[in-house]
């Protein structure tokens, strides 16, 4: 059975080139929101991180009318790092928007979404964004377009797209970029005629493929997916149909279809729709809901293996306590757990030690979302560098490797190649247009990238672009140089006064400012030699007999370099700890004596 009033697809794209702002213009002119509604610009990110960072880190799914057909929009994140969010998604849909930036092209993380698209078998419509750019070259990124189909082995189906012209800003799209089309229109139509209705059978067994998890605090849980046969009804029994077994006996408390941007509860949904349901205790991703007499479930998800790996500490410094709200080995552990439920490409493993807990995921902004979450949630703990994970083939030791994208200045080529070679990448292509600017390409191991990106903005002074993508495992590459320089480590309690700064400017980069409190073992900046320096950076200039202890007080100090909290996880040391709190990050010795520190070296 053709549905025909329904057409479920998925906005897919690299970072900022637009999906969350063309999305925006498909709900007002669809009439989704009233004209006297005040509605805030990229809606569809809901989360404060993704306002902040301009990203979009988890998929969602709104609905829109078409004259008489519902659209089912699913917004996906563009990095590589959500993937896990992306191919949940595309098992909901039966076609993509692949959203191009004018002017950029496919870049690294365009290639990931459209190699998960065209393994789905999902016919494609792509969107030229951005046409308004002045420096835009449509014709030039049409044929990169070709070109990444091809390399990515795409059908002949699959390479007959058609292309549309927009600019999501101002709402419009177009079928040559000249046509004076003032809406999208356009978009509506070819999405109806181009992405195909969902087959399903209202009068088969019901199956519900769990894609999604959300909480709501009136009704508890609730699992989002796609029904693709049979129906579902309230007060009805059902199975639900876990990895390992089948419970039955399961009621709903609600039942949800989308519009627009919130669920509206129902008696029943038919097949072909994308749902939500609330009331089913244990629901995971993966589990498919299917009849009670005669459950039949769909395949589970499987997505990519994670590749890095970071350990999550229970705060045990001397300020343990004093900012946060949740502190123990509990609140971490269920925080966690909680966590792995809604983001299946992340992975809990418990240590024999309470106290520890090995998060595994895709990437270092993966993890580094994940720990802004928890601190703004109230949660207190520490956790240390990154780590890729290994993986053992007939007796060889396997390494992740990464495909690293440069787009830099010409007069770079030669500081960027050579700092990447020294992390094991190897140069696989070079792109010199005569614009000024070049594209170079390497593979390089997972390593190698760990606290790079900010050496790269260095080398480059920030007019350097770089991407990277996951490319497969390889031989272990051996030892790869990271920090160079050593750390300035307080060697005592108080507060940073700044007497003792002045004695460090020739010592180093201070992270700290005057009148921050520290503690034994807390790392205050960055040496500019190799090899740890203990430091008394409380020390006070006392009154002598010469002058007053005041005579210095107008003396002029570098300012401190302030860091994010993704430029911490790069910037520590395998020995170092960050301490993450909701009013502060502090990177600590995971030692904090001194003396045990030189003897731990000495061994």
Known sequence: MQKDHIRNIAIIAHVDHGKTTLLDGMLNQSGTFRKNQLIVERVMDSMDLERERGITITAKNTALWYGDVKINVVDTPGHADFGGEVERSLNLVDGAILLVDASEGPLPQTRFVVKKALAKHLPIIVVINKIDRSDSRIAEVINEVYDLFIDLDATEAQIEFPILYTNAKTG????????ASADLQLLFDTIISHVPAPQADDDAVPQLLVTNLDYDPYVGQIALGRLTN????????????????????????????FEGLRRLPVDRVESGDIIAIAGVDNVVIGDTISSLEQPVPLPRIYIDEPTVSMNFYVNNGPMAGTEGKY??????????EKETLRN?????????????????????????????????????????????????????VLEPIERLFAD????????????????????TNL??????????????????????RNHFLTDTKGAGVMNTIFEGYGPWFGKIPQRANGTLVADRAGRVTPYACLAMEDRGELLVEIGT????????GERNKPGDLNVNIIKEKHLTNMRSSTSDATVSLRPPRRLSLDQFIEFIAEDELIEVTPQSIRLRKMELDKSKRHSKLKD
Not at 327 to 336: A, E, M, P
């Open 230 to 257: 049979g129906i579902l009804e309230m007060n009805a029994s059902y199975s639900l149909c876990g990895e390992e077994k089948v419970t039955p006996g399961v009621k709903f408390s609600a039942l949800y279809t």
């Open 517 to 524: 409190e520290v503690y034994t073992g807390m790392i205050i």
């Open 431 to 452: 792109i010199n247009k005569g614009s000024g600017h070049t594209k170079l390409e390497f593979i390089i191991p997972s390593r190698g990238l760990i606290g790079f």
């Open 327 to 336: 502190l123990t080995s509990r609140h971490l552990k269920d925080r966690l």
């Open 172 to 179: 419009v799209a177009h079928r040559k970029p000249e046509d």
């Open 344 to 396: 299946v490409a992340l992975k809990v493993k418990l240590f024999a030690r309470n106290d520890t807990f090995e998060v595994c995921g895709r990437g270092e902004l993966q993890m580094a979302i994940l720990i802004e979450t928890m601190r703004r949630e109230g949660y207190e703990f520490m956790v240390s560098k990154p780590q890729v994970i290994t993986k053992e083939e007939k007796g060889q």
């Open 408 to 427: 830099i200045p010409e007069e770079f080529i030669g500081i960027i190649t050579e700092a990447i070679s020294k992390r094991k990448g190897r140069m």
